[in-house]
Nanobody, 120 residues
Framework: QVQLVESGGGSVQSGGSLRLSCAASGYTYSYKCMGWFRQAPGKEREGVAAIDNADRTLIADSVRGRFTISQDKAKNSMYLQMNSLKPEDTAMYYC??????????????WGQGTQVTVSS
């Protein structure tokens, strides 16, 4: 049974930074990708960043140059470093595992989410 627990969300002013963490249990790195997704009220869930078991990464255009994804397999953890945050980054952020890059419908496991709020 795979469990994913996100942490690190919060409220920050525009231009600020946050680091999200995802602690995974029961997860094996034979899966294709882990990823970060976000969903704002009234909008569809969108892929933000993904990383595969060879540490290759894919970053969405909307956050490229500001967000960085990484993982520590020894700690069974994945991270999302978010810099230069903008109000439009406000959303619930989800960690997901065993899927294909930034396509949310392909992921099998999801965390409960952590809220990120960016004020102008």
């Amino acid at each position: 049974q795979v469990q994913l627990v996100e942490s690190g969300g919060g409220s920050v002013q525009s231009g600020g930074s946050l680091r999200l963490s995802c602690a995974a249990s029961g997860y094996t790195y034979s899966y294709k990708c882990m990823g970060w997704f976000r969903q704002a009220p009234g909008k569809e869930r969108e892929g933000v960043a993904a990383i595969d078991n060879a540490d290759r990464t894919l970053i969405a255009d909307s956050v490229r140059g500001r967000f960085t994804i990484s993982q520590d397999k020894a700690k069974n953890s994945m991270y999302l470093q978010m810099n230069s945050l903008k109000p439009e980054d406000t959303a619930m952020y989800y960690c997901a595992a065993d899927g294909w890059w930034l396509s949310p419908t392909t992921y099998h496991y999801w965390g409960q989410g952590t809220q990120v709020t960016v004020s102008s």
